[in-house]
């Protein structure tokens, strides 16, 4: 009978823990960000190499302090893609990161399929928003906007704990 009891209570901790796991990964380290709503959404401009707020509405985002990939950002825009390619930083290489399911509006399967069809186009957002991090905004044609943080190629290299390479910032002092 003691073997059914500890065996009970080894299974009831693990499912406890994996529902707690759970919860931590996919809720209790996202929080709201609150739109400011001048400059949450910005862009690189080709002529200056500096990131600009581009118009836009209905903005919602999430982050967490627990990493600096986990920002995912949702709106829209009324300026035209022909418009936007001709002024901002096209980004060659998005790869959008997969959002809990719970922040619906960020579809990050539908999202990569769009771009590897040409049907939206990704824009450099603010280049080193935080030391080897990007942020990726991508716009559809009918003007659904997208933005999420994504590893560039000197974080890469860096977090691997190699030296930065040349034309890379140096990494900040902890």
């Known amino acids: ?15 406890i823990a994996g529902i707690a796991m759970y919860y931590l990964q996919v809720y ?8 400011t709503g001048q400059d949450d959404v910005q862009l690189t401009v080709l002529a200056s190499g500096l990131p600009e707020p581009i118009l836009y509405d209905g903005f919602r985002a999430i982050d967490s302090d627990s990493s600096p990939i986990r920002y995912r950002a949702c709106f829209t825009t009324p300026q035209t ?5 001709e002024t901002y930083q096209i980004h060659e290489h998005p790869e959008p990161l997969v959002a809990p399911g719970w922040f619906d509006c960020f579809d990050a399967k539908a999202l990569g399929k769009a771009l590897e069809d040409g049907q939206a186009v990704a824009f450099m957002g603010v280049e080193n928003v935080e030391y080897g991090i990007d942020r990726i905004v991508a716009v559809m044609p009918d003007g659904r906007g997208f933005a999420w943080h994504q590893i560039n190629e000197c974080g890469e290299v860096v977090f691997d704990g190699k030296p930065a390479p040349e034309g890379c910032p140096p990494k900040p002092e902890d």
């Open 81 to 85: 893609l022909a418009m936007m390619t």
């Open 28 to 35: 209790a380290f996202y929080d709201e960000v609150q739109a």
């Open 1 to 15: 009978m003691s073997g059914k009891i500890a065996g009970g209570i080894i299974v009831l901790t693990a499912l």
